[in-house]
């Protein structure tokens, strides 16, 4: 066999083995994502922990620099040496691919977090409004001690650097509690590519190669919280969205301060109502006329936010994604967000938390 065709041969026996290694979740979680994983974390976040800039992102710029020279220098050799040049971008996709599993997205096929956590994954419609009324309580009670008036907005007053550091507090909170969860080597950087990030409509990502936690350093501040809590609990092994939201959510929650918590709340409040809008609108109305009227503009803030940058290419990326999502284990794709609320609704039922 020639050389040039291992690498493109790699990458179909890498598409069968992840087939194959999705029906063993249990060989996952314990050899990878407690084992080879927080190795290769250790290791990722304490070379690239401190550097103050996006290593991740500037690779990336690096690499899409170097692919467009490539393009520019053989567009015209393309349709006479099209076979060679597919082999070469089918091998460079098998490294990056093989890379992107090895370093970190093999933690698409560990044992879900339902399991884990002993949590069930169907509720009640009327489990949900229940649920709701409660969090629009502690909402509305956050609000108005951090503002003394409901009528007004939260207004985070810390910097984004500030931020960074105050997370720590919120995790090491909840380890105690859930050992599984314990963060450590802090690698979270204000991403290079903010305003690309924000045309697609992504408040931050996790660099699978890098291991560092990028967020979108445009977002609005009042939810800014637990967006880093969001990306950090990619950081310790967790990829589903659904599962990150909820690890965020505790994270932010258990932290001692009160715009952490009201972040988290707020943020899950609006998921709560946004499932309740699809299934029974006329509950919406009622249940949204409880909300405190400063919450509901930090939701406009957020909108107001988005819309200026609502084109195409977030629409475009959304679709991308979402396919992207259900390639690797996610079959709802981008509305697995929002199965979130299975997870915060069951696991507040299962022991009346909240």
Known sequence: MKRKYILPLFLVFQIIFLKIIAFFPEVVEQFYSNGLYVFISKITRTTLGKIPFSVGDVLYGILIVYLLIIIGKNRKSWKSTWKDKLIKITSFISVAYFLFHFLWAMNYYRVPLFEKMAIKRAYTKQELIDFTLKLIAKTNALQLEITKDKNLKVTNPYSQDTIFKMTQNGYDNLSKEYPFFNYQLPSIKKSLLSLPLTYMGFGGYLNPFTNEAQVNDKLPMYGFPNVVCHEMAHQIGFASESECNFIGFLASIKNDDLYFQYSAYSNALRYCMSNIGMKDEA????????????????????????????????????????????????????????????????????????
């Open 283 to 354: 509950k919406f109305k009622v249940l949204k006329a409880k909300i405190n009227p400063g919450i509901i503009a930090n939701y406009k803030e957020s909108d107001v936010f988005w819309e200026q940058y609502d084109t195409f290419i977030d629409k475009g990326f959304h679709a991308f994604y979402d396919q992207f999502l259900k390639m690797n284990q996610q079959e709802d794709g981008i509305d697995s967000y929002s199965k979130f609320v299975d997870l915060l609704v069951n696991y507040y039922a299962k022991d009346n938390r909240l």
